[in-house]
């Protein structure tokens, strides 16, 4: 995907960097990517998850308890504001717990910020896309 205004051509690769961070098998580099005062919503927890430190911890936790076989990111969608971007996105992915395989696709939308000429995500909200044919 390629974007005709470099802002958003930023933004959407500082995404793909961070998930090849945590899908590649480097989910400790997440912290050059989630802003310190980070927020997530995620379908596995009704609170919210607060702090850089403890997204990167969710998402390390999770990429290190599967095996990863793969994960593709399509259709972004992003609007950048002066130093603030949103981006949003279809995702599937396909890993393997405890010897079962299991296909999973859904929808990411991160808040980003730019600090230091850098694309930071201060907040993610993902939920599991529904079901075909819906």
Request: proline share 5%; hydrophobic share 45%; aromatic share 12%.
């Amino acid at each position: 995907m390629t974007f005709d205004n470099p802002d958003k051509a930023a933004v959407w690769q500082t995404i793909l960097d961070m998930n090849d961070c945590w899908t590649g098998g480097r989910p400790e580099d997440l912290a050059n990517y989630f802003h310190r005062d980070m927020i997530a919503i995620t379908p596995a927890a009704r609170e919210r998850v607060e702090g850089g430190i403890a997204c990167a911890a969710g998402w390390t936790a999770f990429a290190r308890g599967v095996k990863i076989n793969f994960f593709r990111e399509s259709e972004p969608w992003i609007e950048v504001r002066g130093d603030m971007a949103v981006a949003a996105y279809y995702y599937e992915m396909e890993y393997e717990r405890a010897g079962e395989s299991v296909r999973a696709s859904g929808r990411d939308l991160f808040v980003l910020v730019r600090e230091n000429r850098r694309w930071l995500a201060i907040a993610d909200h993902f939920s599991p896309g529904p079901p075909a044919g819906a």
